[in-house]
């Protein structure tokens, strides 16, 4: 049976655009971002070198619907710096994307700023608060107050902005659950648009993997399982519907710009360390400010961890990363966007799925997690990585 | 050549711990074979091993001279024997090599199991027995009961008996005396031809194999062709000595003679304990008397757990088997485990002691399947095959009998356990032929048991059971037909062949469910749904599920975020790669292993 592309697959696939501002006042425990504390002239160079790594992308004439600029801290850029890298990055849009959302630290938000950012055009502001708590902001290492966050929110609401969201984190150490039930009510009452709630990951080389492999904190995934679920039930109660494994939204309010990414479209990245999926290929900045600099200098952008995006790759990662929405997959699309004889295996897989009680399908062919599943998404993924490892005929001898 | 009447052959027998090395020692020193000054303590126990353990392995006879009282200089050659039931055959070839025995008693615990077993297989020798009562330095020593349990039990005459200490030194010179007057000079030396009986065999990396020999008749010298006779293979005698108490090069060995021979033989296999020497030239009618082939009676799978130390556990056993003819293995191969050995024992702590070896002079980390006993299969055309390993059990169907082995226990153990043992023979599907008083507070009982219900836990149990007083020795019975079925063990419903085992019918339930809860509790957490089910022939008899993962999910995937992840999973793919594959379940080769090392 022939298929033909619907009306939307046909349409110019969504382009989006991250900007990775690398600069941080200190480091949180937790935080396995690249970042570094900006010295000198850093800042003035990283502009400078973001206008030039701009210049290095074949746009091709195409529009960016959807910008993001994340970190870091990019709310440690002063004022008249933001306005620079926005319009930096405005010159290659053609026109101010439809959607643009930036990262701020609470302790960074101030009035200028965020009149910059909306006049610029900006959207979208994400809020860092993680908790509400001081023994949690402490254990966390990070540098706000909850008054300080109190304070960040009414500023940015005071600016009108499409969409608020605040992140949150859960699973910390020795946190009870009352007291993430505190926090999401407390984030609740401030009445968001959007919210990210993280599970605590302990990253490799940050100071709280150390404190893990110390044994000074312990892991236990029934815990972290038990405080998913009591989220997801918080939330939902709350009127905010999950839309993906850690985010959750008012009607109108999911982040466009992340729903792209795992439906496998492409976006451009700059800055160091930012990862690219675009022309072809998958690949990422040097994850090191002088480094990466040095790199646009030359003329070179986006070299490291190049992967070529075949049917292949893209087939198995929209699955993957799909299934990590609530909405999953429409199966039978994907396999027209990014035909592989891989599919096959695959296809062998989902119904053992379906018979755990991991996902549940329609009809029509719409693959989706249950909660389940979605809190054993990685396990699953593995499984699908290792479905689409080997050609349909490869496996048996 | 010294005549053969001023030779005297003897061993000392007794239970673990009452006394042995100790007055072998004294007697060393005594006749100032050993100076106070080299003497360690417990000079004849000479590998580590069975110093802890208290037990001897292997044997080292040593020659001393005694200027007895009747003003002659005797040759005295004391054999030492390993106090194991394992090593029963050994033990009857030493004891074989002599006239008289010195019977231990602990005078303060009196006569116990191995007492009792030795006495027998001295007696079964025509061995001189003479009872010694031990340790009467204790302030506990009970001669009266000591001497009350020779004669009921042991039907010795109770004015036999010497009293002694080893430790302080008391009736030593009784003992050697008693020796002389009381064991015979050497048997059957005017026999027309040359024989000398084997009773060890040790490897020398210079000088191949030493074996340690007994004359009975004639006169063997460096230069002479000797023949084994089991096999009637040739070979030339390289050199004859005694050990005095190291090895010393004399001209020849003459009858009586206690002493080694090195020949051309190269390995331990060929020359066979218990077997005979004659001359190749003009050989002996008859061999001596008891030799037989020695078979494994206890098997298991032996595996490096690191599989790069497959080449060293392989070098290890090869080098064990230079100086230990019973030990026998073959390759294995297991889906679980890898690449490793199938190996035979002589018995239950043969194998521990072949382990532990392994372990420490090899340093090779192993682990070992559960141990299985050799069962007698006979299918429905009559066909009569044995059965060491699960994994060859043929078809159910077509079998119409399988026996198994059985041992003859004998038991001691204090009057207020008794209940509590005749509960544990039960539960190991044993029977209690007879119960004997041994004095007023304690019992002998004589039980026939399954060998393979021993194998793992019963001499524990007993321990246990009547806090350390009770002791066991047994010999082979004979094979009885029994209810016995191939249980296997299912991960997700397929076999994993180190968890195969023979079972008796009515205890495969209680042991697959509590394999199977153990199994299912060290597999680690899975996605899918996984029971792990004990089976008998395909019907499922136990079964416990495994942990279902409960989270398994990374919070923050965004754009950079997704090579990152794509890595990880893929790391994840490699990892499984290391895993064991049964069906589709992969789990970590040490589950397997830690399941097995908590059943043993
Ligand atoms: N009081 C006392 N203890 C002894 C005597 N002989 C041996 N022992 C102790 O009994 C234990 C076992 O002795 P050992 O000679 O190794 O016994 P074996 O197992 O028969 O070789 C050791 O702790 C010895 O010190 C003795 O005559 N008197
Ligand atoms: S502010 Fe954000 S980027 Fe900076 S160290 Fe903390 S978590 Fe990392
Ligand atoms: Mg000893």
Redesign the interface.
Request: aromatic letters at 8%; proline letters at 5%; a negative charge.
């Given at each position: 049976m022939v298929q033909f592309p619907t009306a939307q697959e046909k349409a110019e696939p969504p382009l989006g655009l991250y900007v990775h501002v690398p600069f941080c006042a200190t480091t949180c425990d937790f935080c396995a971002f690249y970042q570094t504390v900006p010295q000198g002239d850093a800042v003035a160079r990283y502009l400078e070198s973001v206008a030039a790594e701009a210049r290095l992308v074949d746009w091709d004439g195409r529009r960016v619907a959807t910008a993001f600029w994340g970190g870091g801290t990019p709310g440690l850029l002063r004022p008249r710096e933001l306005a620079l890298l926005g319009e930096t990055m405005l010159v290659h849009c053609g026109g101010t994307p439809a959607e643009w959302s930036v990262e701020l630290a609470p302790a960074t938000v101030t009035a200028d700023r965020l009149r910059v950012l909306k006049e610029l055009g900006v959207t979208r502001l994400s809020l860092g608060v993680q908790s509400f708590q001081p023994g949690l902001l402490d254990a966390l290492g990070r540098q706000h107050t909850a008054a300080q966050a109190y304070r960040a929110y009414e500023l940015i609401r005071a600016q009108d902005f499409a969409s608020v969201n605040l992140d949150l984190m859960f699973a910390l150490p020795n946190q009870s659950d009352e007291e993430w039930r505190t926090d999401v009510t407390e984030a609740v009452r401030l009445a968001p648009d959007h919210l990210s709630t993280y599970c605590l990951t302990f990253e490799e080389d940050t100071a709280l993997w150390v404190k893990l492999s110390q044994g000074k904190v312990k892991l236990d995934a029934n815990k972290e399982a038990d405080f998913y679920l009591r989220t997801w039930e918080l939330l939902a109660a709350a009127g905010y519907a999950q839309y993906e494994v850690s985010n959750f939204a008012r009607a109108g309010h999911t982040c466009r710009h992340n729903l792209n990414t795992w439906n496998m479209h492409e976006w451009v990245g700059l800055g160091p360390s930012a990862a690219s999926q675009f022309g072809g290929w998958r690949s990422s900045n040097p994850a090191n400010l002088e480094l990466w600099l040095a790199e646009t200098a030359a003329g070179r952008r986006a070299m490291s961890d190049r992967a070529e995006l075949t049917n292949d790759l893209l087939a198995a990662d929209s699955v993957i990363f799909g299934l990590r929405m609530n909405d999953g997959v429409s199966v039978p699309r994907l396999q027209r966007r990014f035909p592989t004889p891989r599919w096959k295996q695959a296809q062998n897989f989902f119904p053992q799925l379906l018979l755990e009680g991991l996902a549940v399908a329609t009809p029509e062919g719409q693959l989706s997690l249950t909660p389940r599943g979605r809190l054993l998404a990685d396990a699953v993924g593995a499984e699908i990585l290792e479905a689409f490892a080997e050609p349909a005929n490869a496996a048996a001898p | 050549m010294k005549p053969a009447l001023l030779t005297r052959n003897f061993c000392i027998i007794a239970h673990v711990d009452h006394g042995k090395t100790t007055l072998s020692d004294r007697l060393l020193e005594y006749t100032s074979t050993i100076s106070k000054r080299v003497m360690t303590d417990q000079h004849l126990d000479s590998m580590d091993l069975e110093k802890e353990r208290g037990i001897t392995i292997k044997m080292h006879p040593v020659t001393m001279n005694y200027p007895a009282q009747d003003g002659k200089i005797y040759t005295l050659n004391l054999m030492d024997t390993p106090g194991h039931v394992d090593f029963s055959y050994e033990v009857s070839r030493s004891l074989a090599a002599c006239e008289g025995a010195l019977l231990l008693i602990d005078a303060a615990q009196g006569v116990e199991a191995q007492t009792v077993a030795n006495a027998h297989l001295a007696f079964a020798q025509g061995l001189k027995v003479i009872p010694v009562i031990n340790k009467i330095d204790l302030p506990s020593a009970n001669l009266e009961l000591c001497m009350r349990q020779l004669e009921d039990i042991l039907t010795i005459p109770a004015e036999e008996a010497i009293l002694a200490s080893g430790k302080s030194g008391i009736g030593i010179l009784d003992i050697l005396e008693a020796v002389v007057t009381r064991v015979p000079p050497p048997r059957w030396t005017d026999y027309p031809t040359t024989r000398m009986l084997v009773f060890d065999s040790k490897y020398d990396s210079y000088r191949g194999v030493i074996s340690h020999v007994r004359v009975f008749s004639g006169t063997f010298k460096a230069g002479e062709m000797m023949m084994l006779m089991s096999s009637e293979q040739k070979s030339e005698i390289k050199e004859v000595g005694m050990f005095h108490p190291g090895m010393v090069k004399c001209r020849e060995l003459g009858p009586g003679d206690v002493g080694y021979i090195v020949s051309n033989i190269k390995s331990v296999e060929e020359i066979k304990v218990g077997d005979t020497v004659t001359h190749a030239n003009k050989p002996a009618a008859d061999m001596l008397p008891g030799y037989k082939e020695v078979r494994p009676m206890v098997y298991c799978g032996l595996y490096p757990l690191e599989s790069d130390d497959y080449e060293k556990l392989k070098v290890a056993l090869g080098k064990l088997r230079l100086n230990d003819s019973s030990l026998i293995y073959q390759n294995e191969s297991s889906v679980a485990l890898g690449f490793g050995f199938r190996c035979g024992f002589l018995g239950l702590l043969h194998m521990e002691v072949v382990q532990e070896r392994i372990r420490r002079e090899y340093d090779v980390e192993i682990i070992s399947t559960y141990p299985s006993v050799v069962y007698k299969v006979t299918k429905h055309g009559g066909d009569i095959s044995e059965v060491d390993n699960p994994v060859n059990l043929p078809d159910p169907a077509s079998i119409l009998e399988i026996s198994e082995p059985t041992i003859k226990a004998s038991i001691h153990i204090p009057n207020e356990f008794l209940g509590d043992i005749l509960t544990l023979v039960m539960e190991k599907r044993g029977s209690c032929e007879q119960t004997t008083t041994l004095d007023g507070s304690r019992v002998m009982l004589s039980c026939t048991l399954p060998l393979n219900e021993i194998l793992v836990d019963f001499n524990d149990r007993l321990k246990s059971i009547s806090r350390g007083y009770g002791s066991m020795d047994y010999e082979l019975g004979d094979y009885r037909p029994s209810d016995l079925v191939k249980m296997e063990i299912l991960v997700n419903g397929d076999p994993v062949d180190a968890f195969a085992s023979i079972v008796h019918r009515s205890k495969a339930e209680g042991q697959g469910r509590a394999l199977c809860e153990k199994l299912a509790e060290i597999i680690p957490s899975q996605?899918?749904?996984i029971a792990v089910q004990a089976a008998i022939g395909g019907k499922i008899i136990a079964r416990a599920n495994v942990r279902e993962?409960?989270?398994?999910?990374?919070?923050?995937?965004?754009?950079?975020d997704?090579?990152r992840?794509?890595k990880?999973?893929?790391k994840?793919?490699e990892g499984?790669k290391k895993m064991k594959q049964i069906g589709r379940v992969s789990i970590p080769p040490d589950a397997f292993i830690q399941v097995l090392k908590t059943n043993s």
């Amino acid at each position: 049976m022939v298929q033909f592309p619907t009306a939307q697959e046909k349409a110019e696939p969504p382009l989006g655009l991250y900007v990775h501002v690398p600069f941080c006042a200190t480091t949180c425990d937790f935080c396995a971002f690249y970042q570094t504390v900006p010295q000198g002239d850093a800042v003035a160079r990283y502009l400078e070198s973001v206008a030039a790594e701009a210049r290095l992308v074949d746009w091709d004439g195409r529009r960016v619907a959807t910008a993001f600029w994340g970190g870091g801290t990019p709310g440690l850029l002063r004022p008249r710096e933001l306005a620079l890298l926005g319009e930096t990055m405005l010159v290659h849009c053609g026109g101010t994307p439809a959607e643009w959302s930036v990262e701020l630290a609470p302790a960074t938000v101030t009035a200028d700023r965020l009149r910059v950012l909306k006049e610029l055009g900006v959207t979208r502001l994400s809020l860092g608060v993680q908790s509400f708590q001081p023994g949690l902001l402490d254990a966390l290492g990070r540098q706000h107050t909850a008054a300080q966050a109190y304070r960040a929110y009414e500023l940015i609401r005071a600016q009108d902005f499409a969409s608020v969201n605040l992140d949150l984190m859960f699973a910390l150490p020795n946190q009870s659950d009352e007291e993430w039930r505190t926090d999401v009510t407390e984030a609740v009452r401030l009445a968001p648009d959007h919210l990210s709630t993280y599970c605590l990951t302990f990253e490799e080389d940050t100071a709280l993997w150390v404190k893990l492999s110390q044994g000074k904190v312990k892991l236990d995934a029934n815990k972290e399982a038990d405080f998913y679920l009591r989220t997801w039930e918080l939330l939902a109660a709350a009127g905010y519907a999950q839309y993906e494994v850690s985010n959750f939204a008012r009607a109108g309010h999911t982040c466009r710009h992340n729903l792209n990414t795992w439906n496998m479209h492409e976006w451009v990245g700059l800055g160091p360390s930012a990862a690219s999926q675009f022309g072809g290929w998958r690949s990422s900045n040097p994850a090191n400010l002088e480094l990466w600099l040095a790199e646009t200098a030359a003329g070179r952008r986006a070299m490291s961890d190049r992967a070529e995006l075949t049917n292949d790759l893209l087939a198995a990662d929209s699955v993957i990363f799909g299934l990590r929405m609530n909405d999953g997959v429409s199966v039978p699309r994907l396999q027209r966007r990014f035909p592989t004889p891989r599919w096959k295996q695959a296809q062998n897989f989902f119904p053992q799925l379906l018979l755990e009680g991991l996902a549940v399908a329609t009809p029509e062919g719409q693959l989706s997690l249950t909660p389940r599943g979605r809190l054993l998404a990685d396990a699953v993924g593995a499984e699908i990585l290792e479905a689409f490892a080997e050609p349909a005929n490869a496996a048996a001898p | 050549m010294k005549p053969a009447l001023l030779t005297r052959n003897f061993c000392i027998i007794a239970h673990v711990d009452h006394g042995k090395t100790t007055l072998s020692d004294r007697l060393l020193e005594y006749t100032s074979t050993i100076s106070k000054r080299v003497m360690t303590d417990q000079h004849l126990d000479s590998m580590d091993l069975e110093k802890e353990r208290g037990i001897t392995i292997k044997m080292h006879p040593v020659t001393m001279n005694y200027p007895a009282q009747d003003g002659k200089i005797y040759t005295l050659n004391l054999m030492d024997t390993p106090g194991h039931v394992d090593f029963s055959y050994e033990v009857s070839r030493s004891l074989a090599a002599c006239e008289g025995a010195l019977l231990l008693i602990d005078a303060a615990q009196g006569v116990e199991a191995q007492t009792v077993a030795n006495a027998h297989l001295a007696f079964a020798q025509g061995l001189k027995v003479i009872p010694v009562i031990n340790k009467i330095d204790l302030p506990s020593a009970n001669l009266e009961l000591c001497m009350r349990q020779l004669e009921d039990i042991l039907t010795i005459p109770a004015e036999e008996a010497i009293l002694a200490s080893g430790k302080s030194g008391i009736g030593i010179l009784d003992i050697l005396e008693a020796v002389v007057t009381r064991v015979p000079p050497p048997r059957w030396t005017d026999y027309p031809t040359t024989r000398m009986l084997v009773f060890d065999s040790k490897y020398d990396s210079y000088r191949g194999v030493i074996s340690h020999v007994r004359v009975f008749s004639g006169t063997f010298k460096a230069g002479e062709m000797m023949m084994l006779m089991s096999s009637e293979q040739k070979s030339e005698i390289k050199e004859v000595g005694m050990f005095h108490p190291g090895m010393v090069k004399c001209r020849e060995l003459g009858p009586g003679d206690v002493g080694y021979i090195v020949s051309n033989i190269k390995s331990v296999e060929e020359i066979k304990v218990g077997d005979t020497v004659t001359h190749a030239n003009k050989p002996a009618a008859d061999m001596l008397p008891g030799y037989k082939e020695v078979r494994p009676m206890v098997y298991c799978g032996l595996y490096p757990l690191e599989s790069d130390d497959y080449e060293k556990l392989k070098v290890a056993l090869g080098k064990l088997r230079l100086n230990d003819s019973s030990l026998i293995y073959q390759n294995e191969s297991s889906v679980a485990l890898g690449f490793g050995f199938r190996c035979g024992f002589l018995g239950l702590l043969h194998m521990e002691v072949v382990q532990e070896r392994i372990r420490r002079e090899y340093d090779v980390e192993i682990i070992s399947t559960y141990p299985s006993v050799v069962y007698k299969v006979t299918k429905h055309g009559g066909d009569i095959s044995e059965v060491d390993n699960p994994v060859n059990l043929p078809d159910p169907a077509s079998i119409l009998e399988i026996s198994e082995p059985t041992i003859k226990a004998s038991i001691h153990i204090p009057n207020e356990f008794l209940g509590d043992i005749l509960t544990l023979v039960m539960e190991k599907r044993g029977s209690c032929e007879q119960t004997t008083t041994l004095d007023g507070s304690r019992v002998m009982l004589s039980c026939t048991l399954p060998l393979n219900e021993i194998l793992v836990d019963f001499n524990d149990r007993l321990k246990s059971i009547s806090r350390g007083y009770g002791s066991m020795d047994y010999e082979l019975g004979d094979y009885r037909p029994s209810d016995l079925v191939k249980m296997e063990i299912l991960v997700n419903g397929d076999p994993v062949d180190a968890f195969a085992s023979i079972v008796h019918r009515s205890k495969a339930e209680g042991q697959g469910r509590a394999l199977c809860e153990k199994l299912a509790e060290i597999i680690p957490s899975q996605m899918f749904k996984i029971a792990v089910q004990a089976a008998i022939g395909g019907k499922i008899i136990a079964r416990a599920n495994v942990r279902e993962m409960r989270k398994d999910v990374t919070a923050k995937c965004y754009g950079g975020d997704i090579s990152r992840k794509r890595k990880l999973l893929d790391k994840q793919k490699e990892g499984k790669k290391k895993m064991k594959q049964i069906g589709r379940v992969s789990i970590p080769p040490d589950a397997f292993i830690q399941v097995l090392k908590t059943n043993s």
